[in-house]
């Protein structure tokens, strides 16, 4: 085990349990190994409070190869990312609560509002709902993996990937951040949407961000913003 890696999944454990994004057990944190082996979470641990020798390792079809715990019950969650991205090095999976709660209220992440979100990840769409720790949870993200590192669960959470423990982490505070702006503008009277144009002008500044990794929709934002009547949303899946 990754004594260096092992250390960094604790750590963001902590610091998802101290912000508010994950409450008691909930959550879980991925990285990649090896092209094939994954340290991950153990089940039923307080993510505040892990310890490096609590995590486990699995290979890429859910096989425990180390650990003395049993491993997250969302580990099928994060199999599904590692095997269709071979970019990704890390996955996180909380309840960011603001977030989460746009998804019970049945409103999107995806309709650009803020520059950040635009830049880094496009926008986050909201996966919908399937029972967590199921198969079926991990069969419903598929669609979403070749343009979006950040997803929402339908009321139940959120999942975003990185190259990187620390990217994936930060894509989480992000998210979780937008949400609350989001939130307090809809309570001071309502948000303002981007424009196309300006949407268009920050995938046209996106191409001198060298920060930017992973996957992002790119000019279908643009595409999504044309056929607004559709609220924004990629054609085949998102949910109001
Ligand atoms: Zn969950």
Redesign the pocket.
């Known amino acids: 085990m990754d004594k260096h890696l092992a250390r960094q999944v604790v750590e963001i454990g902590r610091a998802l349990y101290e912000k508010g994004l994950v409450a008691g057990a909930?959550?879980?944190i991925s990285v990649r190994l090896s092209a094939d082996t994954i340290l991950i979470t153990p089940s039923g641990k307080h993510k505040g409070a892990l310890a490096e020798e609590d995590l486990v390792v699995i290979d890429l079809s859910g096989n425990v190869l180390a650990g003395r715990h049993r491993p997250s019950s969302?580990a099928q969650l994060h199999l599904a990312i590692y095997r269709q991205r071979e970019d990704v090095g890390a996955v996180v999976?909380?309840?960011p609560p603001t977030a989460t709660a746009f998804t019970v209220a049945g409103l999107s992440m995806l309709d650009p509002v803020l520059p950040e979100i635009v830049v880094t990840l496009g926008g986050v769409p909201t996966v919908p709902f399937a029972v967590?720790g199921t198969a079926a949870l991990a069969d419903a993200i598929r669609p979403y993996l070749d343009d979006f590192d950040a997803l929402l669960?339908e009321n139940?959470?959120a999942v975003t990937m990185g190259p990187d423990l620390e990217s994936a982490h930060q894509k989480m505070e992000s998210l979780e951040m937008a949400a609350r702006i989001r939130w307090m503008a809809r309570m001071l009277g309502g948000e303002r949407q981007l424009t196309r144009d300006e949407v268009a002008a920050l995938l046209a500044a996106r191409a001198y961000v060298p920060a930017t990794s992973g996957r992002h929709p790119g000019t279908k934002l643009l595409k999504w913003l044309e056929d607004q009547k559709e609220s924004c949303k990629p054609a085949h899946s998102d949910r109001k």
Do not use: D, R, T, V
Request: without cysteine; negative net charge.
């Open positions: 909930e959550g879980n969302e999976h909380a309840h967590p669960l139940h959470g």
